[in-house]
């Protein structure tokens, strides 16, 4: 998972519309919400993944454990399960089972890049960081 460790900028986005409309977000709220996106990603100890976010949209700082069920509270108070599965060294899923949907993540480092693949209500977005 070493591949992932560092900085992140968001280089470029495809179909973020979609579900960002499905939020209510206004396209000022997009907008800032896409601007100078960065994420630190680290590895504090073995099976864990550590994100630190600069955007409103995500939260400011979130661990992870690696392939073990977790509980956590979404920004709207709601309680949800999650897990983060190593594919591989560079291949982490992520699914949030929520009381009335799901969100599956797909971030994987290909060409140097690192691949954010979001599916949420029927809609896929994808997110392209390169590192910094």
């Known amino acids: 998972m070493e591949a992932f460790v560092g900085k992140w900028k968001l280089d470029s986005y495809e179909n973020v519309d979609a579900i960002l409309n499905m939020l209510s977000f206004t396209d000022e709220e997009k907008e800032a919400l896409l601007s100078n996106v960065v994420l630190e990603l680290q590895i504090p100890k073995e099976n864990t993944v550590k994100i630190h976010s600069n955007s409103n949209l ?16 979404s920004a709207d108070g709601t309680s949800l399960r999650g897990i983060v599965e190593k594919i591989s060294d560079t291949k982490l899923t ?3 089972k929520h009381p009335i949907l799901r969100v599956t993540a797909t971030s994987e480092i290909l060409n140097k890049a690192n691949i954010l693949t979001i599916n949420f209500l029927g809609k896929k977005s994808t997110f392209k960081f390169q590192k910094i």
Do not use: I, K
């Not at 995500?58 to 509270?73: G, H, R």
């Open 94 to 96: 992520y699914t949030q």
């Open 58 to 73: 995500f939260q400011q700082e979130f661990v992870f454990p690696v392939n073990e069920e977790f509980q956590t509270v």
